[in-house]
């Protein structure tokens, strides 16, 4: 306070030198009001501070512009993502149907190899029944041409005399004859033979009769 007033006084101090000056330079001008000095004197009133209010952050907000902005960032953003997203896709689609379609392909493949071992097979089947066919053909014909009443000649034959005729005749003929005789009668006559004509034709009447016992059983 006392600093204060000090400096009130040199102040009106001040003041008071001016305005001396200013009379002595233009004596003829007159005061229209006399100077009050107690005016001066008094002491100034020293502002009391006020208490701060509580300052908060400014919230800065951003120009009206920029959420237009950002908006179309984000927009830029969100569509670049959408599209990285749908080309992902469109490749995985792209690799699981080229996937899809190999392995349809290998199937494919795999069943022609398959119908192609199939058909071979069936093939051999074929060839192998119409073997048998011809076969069973040419045994009734074989058959056939022993007839009753020739078995019935040759079953009242001698052995000796049957068995040279019979070894002089074709392999199926002679065999054909030999099944149709009883088989006491058949082995006298293969016994009067010579070994190799007769063991040829006792092999060729036990293939027969292996066939007609396959038959039966069938």
């Known amino acids: 306070m006392a600093r204060v007033a000090n400096r009130s006084i040199k102040f009106l101090m001040l003041v008071g030198m001016v305005?001396?000056?200013q009379?002595?330079?233009?004596?003829?001008?007159?005061?229209s009001k006399?100077?009050?000095l107690g005016e001066f004197a008094k002491t100034p009133q020293v502002a009391r501070?006020?208490?701060a209010a509580n300052k908060q952050d400014p919230v800065v907000r951003p120009p009206a512009d920029s959420a237009l902005i950002t908006g179309a960032i984000d927009k830029k953003d969100s569509a670049a993502a959408n599209s990285q997203e749908s080309d992902v896709a469109r490749f995985c689609s792209n690799i699981a149907d080229q996937a899809l379609d190999a392995r349809v392909a290998w199937q494919q493949k795999e069943l022609e190899a398959t119908e192609s071992k199939l058909?071979?097979?069936?093939?051999?089947?074929?060839?192998k029944r119409a073997e048998y066919e011809e076969w069973l053909k040419l045994r009734e014909e074989f058959l056939k041409k022993a007839e009753d009443s020739v078995v019935e000649i040759y079953s009242r034959m001698n052995p000796e005399a049957a068995a040279q005729?019979?070894?002089?005749?074709?392999d199926d003929t002679a065999a054909a004859v030999l099944a149709k005789l009883r088989v006491r009668v058949a082995s006298a006559i293969l016994n009067e033979m010579e070994p190799a004509?007769?063991?040829h034709l006792a092999d060729t009447l036990a293939g027969m009769r292996r066939t007609d016992d396959g038959k039966a059983k069938k």
């Open 165 to 170: 005729q019979i070894a002089s005749m074709a």
């Open 119 to 127: 058909k071979l097979r069936i093939a051999e089947l074929e060839a």
């Open 19 to 21: 305005l001396s000056t």
């Open 49 to 51: 501070p006020r208490p």
């Open 34 to 36: 006399p100077l009050n």
């Open 197 to 199: 004509r007769g063991a």
């Open 23 to 31: 009379a002595s330079a233009e004596p003829e001008q007159k005061l």
